[in-house]
């Protein structure tokens, strides 16, 4: 990247990698190659740049950022005691998000929440974007009990979401436990590495847990999901790939999210010529 690039035809080439100073609202960072240190009061915690350069621009504001920030953080931590809580793959939440044509993710954190969302909150609290009556995609165990209370009655009165939750009943039970009381329907059981390495957050790692994870699906009684629909999404969580595939797409506030890792920093995804890439590291040839 030219730092201060002159107004002359040059150039300046860099021989040791830099880093760049990406604090915001009062909480100290620094993005090196494509990962951000952040300094809290509770000690230093790295993330991914591009996950760091989405929160400062969406979400909370300048004024409550820091200290929403830090609760997102304990949130997080306290997300991963429970030993049901997952955070499952992009591809499959883009996938579900798409039979409902479902711009909303319920659960998780702003940490975590994949970027393919328009709008992200939990229970009753906007984690980014506004709100909008659009179908939802709920991650169930990336609530508590009370924030599970707050979207029910809208969730017994409305037909546009999928719910993903750790299995509320024997899988052989004659009637499985629903996520919420009235007009619900399981549509799937099924294991798979369908969840991100616990702790991937902070690295921003795309692997996936070497374990499977029991997983169900559901929706309202009167959603009218085609089988085939259903079957694709079954087969996806059954994946034995050891990685997310998070491809770049223009959905949700993705632009942001992409704009914020080392091509996107520096403006190559809108560079309107044509790119040439080589291995840069030193070395014998």
Same mark, same amino acid.
């Given at each position: 990247?030219?730092r201060?690039?002159p107004?002359?035809?040059?150039?300046r080439?860099?021989?040791?990698?830099?880093?760049?100073?990406?604090?915001?609202?009062?909480?100290?960072?620094?993005t090196?190659?494509?990962?951000?240190s952040v300094?809290?009061?509770?000690?230093p915690?790295?993330?991914?740049?591009?996950?760091?350069h989405?929160l400062?621009?969406?979400?909370?504001n300048?004024?409550?950022?820091?200290c929403?920030?830090?609760?997102? /953080?304990?949130l997080?931590e306290?997300l991963?005691?429970?030993?049901?809580?997952?955070?499952?793959?992009?591809?499959?939440?883009?996938?579900?998000?798409k039979?409902?044509?479902?711009?909303?993710?319920?659960?998780?954190?702003?940490?975590?929440?994949p970027?393919?969302?328009?709008n992200?909150?939990r229970?009753?609290?906007?984690?980014?974007?506004?709100?909008?009556d659009s179908?939802?995609?709920?991650?169930w165990?990336?609530?508590?009990?009370?924030?599970?209370a707050?979207?029910?009655?809208?969730?017994e009165?409305?037909?546009?979401? /999928?719910?993903?939750?750790?299995?509320?009943?024997?899988?052989?039970?004659?009637?499985?436990?629903p996520?919420?009381?009235?007009?619900?329907?399981r549509?799937?059981?099924?294991?798979?590495?369908?969840g991100r390495e616990?702790?991937?957050?902070r690295?921003?790692?795309?692997k996936l847990?070497?374990y499977?994870?029991?997983?169900?699906?559901?929706?309202?009684?009167?959603?009218? /999901?085609?089988?085939s629909?259903?079957i694709?999404?079954?087969?996806?969580?059954?994946?034995k790939?050891?990685?997310?595939?998070?491809?770049m797409?223009?959905?949700?506030?993705?632009p942001?999210?992409?704009?914020?890792?080392?091509?996107?920093?520096?403006?190559?995804?809108?560079?309107p010529?044509?790119?040439?890439a080589?291995?840069?590291?030193?070395?014998?040839?």
């Amino acid at each position: 990247m030219v730092r201060q690039p002159p107004k002359v035809g040059a150039i300046r080439f860099h021989h040791e990698p830099e880093s760049s100073n990406t604090s915001h609202a009062d909480v100290t960072a620094t993005t090196f190659q494509g990962t951000t240190s952040v300094t809290t009061c509770r000690g230093p915690y790295q993330l991914e740049g591009a996950r760091w350069h989405l929160l400062t621009k969406v979400f909370s504001n300048p004024e409550s950022f820091k200290c929403d920030f830090h609760s997102e /953080i304990l949130l997080l931590e306290r997300l991963y005691e429970n030993p049901k809580y997952r955070s499952f793959s992009w591809q499959i939440l883009r996938k579900a998000s798409k039979f409902l044509g479902a711009k909303t993710y319920i659960g998780e954190t702003g940490l975590t929440t994949p970027p393919v969302f328009s709008n992200a909150r939990r229970g009753t609290k906007t984690m980014w974007v506004m709100l909008d009556d659009s179908p939802v995609t709920i991650n169930w165990n990336g609530l508590d009990p009370t924030e599970q209370a707050e979207i029910t009655p809208t969730l017994e009165t409305s037909n546009n979401w /999928i719910i993903f939750t750790h299995p509320l009943g024997a899988e052989d039970a004659a009637t499985p436990t629903p996520p919420i009381a009235k007009g619900t329907q399981r549509i799937l059981h099924t294991k798979g590495k369908a969840g991100r390495e616990r702790g991937w957050w902070r690295t921003g790692t795309d692997k996936l847990a070497s374990y499977g994870l029991e997983t169900e699906v559901w929706n309202s009684q009167n959603s009218t /999901i085609p089988d085939s629909n259903i079957i694709a999404l079954g087969a996806l969580l059954q994946t034995k790939s050891e990685k997310d595939l998070p491809d770049m797409r223009s959905e949700g506030v993705e632009p942001i999210y992409w704009a914020g890792t080392e091509s996107g920093l520096m403006e190559i995804y809108n560079f309107p010529g044509v790119i040439y890439a080589t291995d840069g590291s030193k070395g014998s040839t």
